[in-house]
């Protein structure tokens, strides 16, 4: 079952502009992760944000975590069309678990 | 490259038959896990091994199983295959212990039943 919803389903920004993409979930986490997906290829881990984290960077991309309202934003600033992809949430109760996966959002950077 | 190889990368095949997919996680990985991507259900867990013994269990239909071998590498086996088992087979590995690791991921089995 999924455990994280992502907003919006879809978006289309152009080159330049910030995306940004939010994930809820439903139950206590030890850590929630973002990866992308290249259409129809494998997942790439892109960040990961424990529960005792407020916000983390790399590079382009920040995270924020809010676990008392359940809930992640992902925020790639300056987009380039490189970035279209899918990206998606998913939690972790604790180490060495399964990821829980949220539906995705699809991003699409027109140039 | 993540350093996770599957095969194979695409399989066409009819309703009824068995297949089976392989993995090889990444050196030093002992987890493994099994999750398969279809258009209605997303991404969904289906079981995970950690060196050689099952570990978790999540979606998993009594039709699939799958094991983890000495070498780490790890099979996917389908059988009794139905037309909505079509989907996209990834598995994934990482590295072993408390802390929270990210899991690395393969190209993935495009699995078609017709």
């Known amino acids: 079952s999924q455990q994280g919803e992502e907003d919006p389903q879809a978006l289309s920004i152009q080159e330049g502009e910030n995306a940004t993409m939010n994930c809820s979930y439903k139950?206590?986490?030890?850590?929630l992760q973002w990866y992308r997906q290249n259409s129809g290829r494998g997942l790439v881990h892109l960040i990961l944000?424990?529960?005792?984290?407020r916000e983390k960077h790399s590079g382009r991309l920040r995270v924020t975590l809010d676990t008392s309202k359940k809930s992640s934003s992902l925020l790639i600033t300056a987009s380039r069309a490189a970035d279209t992809a899918s990206y998606f949430c998913?939690?972790?109760?604790?180490?060495?678990?399964?990821?829980?996966f949220g539906k995705g959002t699809r991003l699409s950077v027109i140039a | 490259d993540s350093g996770v190889t599957q095969t194979p990368k695409h399989l066409i095949t009819a309703t009824g038959q068995r297949v089976t997919l392989r993995c090889s996680p990444r050196?030093?990985?002992?987890?493994v896990y099994w999750y398969q991507q279809s258009l209605d259900q997303g991404l969904q867990f289906l079981i995970q091994?950690?060196?050689?013994?099952?570990?978790a269990k999540g979606n998993i239909l009594e039709r699939f199983s799958a094991q983890q071998f000495p070498d780490l590498h790890s099979e996917l086996n389908l059988s009794s295959l139905e037309l909505g088992d079509s989907a996209l087979y990834f598995c994934?590995?990482?590295?072993?212990?408390?802390?929270?690791?990210?899991?690395?991921f393969g190209p993935g089995t495009r699995l078609t039943v017709t």
């Open positions: 994934a590995s990482s590295v072993a212990g408390s802390l929270p690791y990210e899991q690395y």
């Open positions: 139950t206590s986490i030890n850590n």
């Open positions: 944000i424990r529960s005792n984290e």
């Open positions: 998913a939690t972790q109760l604790s180490g060495n678990t399964p990821l829980v």
């Open positions: 050196s030093g990985d002992l987890s």
């Open positions: 091994y950690y060196n050689g013994e099952e570990r």
